[in-house]
């Protein structure tokens, strides 16, 4: 039995109204206080290219609860009052996880166009490479 909806329908879904930003637009607004970056990949995927300067990790399947405050998983430095910007390997996660947190009442969201191979291919600078995850708290 075939699909109803592909996993590209639903970014396309979820893309649709989503504040998408280059490299360039993230870094002329980043870092702001009332702005947090997440970044949605997997540890495995951090271990392994780094992440964008100043974000915290949430893998894309614990965004809800770090976004739910009243969740025990909740991580404080998401609040429906902060703008989010979301990015995780190329856009996809990302779109989607933005699309939850707007479900969820987040309003002030957008994510990196293209994510990580975006700001790559700008040759753009990444950290924590090598294994090395950073705690999520900021």
């Known amino acids: 039995m075939p699909l109803e909806r592909t996993a590209a329908a639903l970014i396309a879904a979820a893309r649709s109204g989503l504040e998408a930003l280059t490299p360039a637009q993230l870094i002329a607004e980043w870092p702001a206080e009332a702005t947090v970056l997440v970044d949605l990949r997997e540890r495995e995927e951090i271990a392994r ?17 770090a976004a739910d405050s009243a969740s025990p998983l909740h991580n404080p430095a998401l609040s429906p009052e902060r703008r989010v910007i979301l990015y995780c390997a190329s856009g996809g996660r990302s779109a989607l996880g ?17 994510g990580v191979l975006a700001w790559k291919a700008q ?4 950290s924590g490479a090598c294994g090395a995850v950073p705690d999520p708290s900021r």
């Open 123 to 126: 040759g753009l600078p990444l």
């Open 49 to 65: 290219d780094g992440l964008l300067p100043g974000a915290i990790h949430v893998p894309r399947g614990l965004l809800e609860f």
């Open 98 to 114: 933005a699309k939850a947190l707007r479900e969820m009442g987040y309003t002030r969201l957008a994510h990196l166009e293209g």
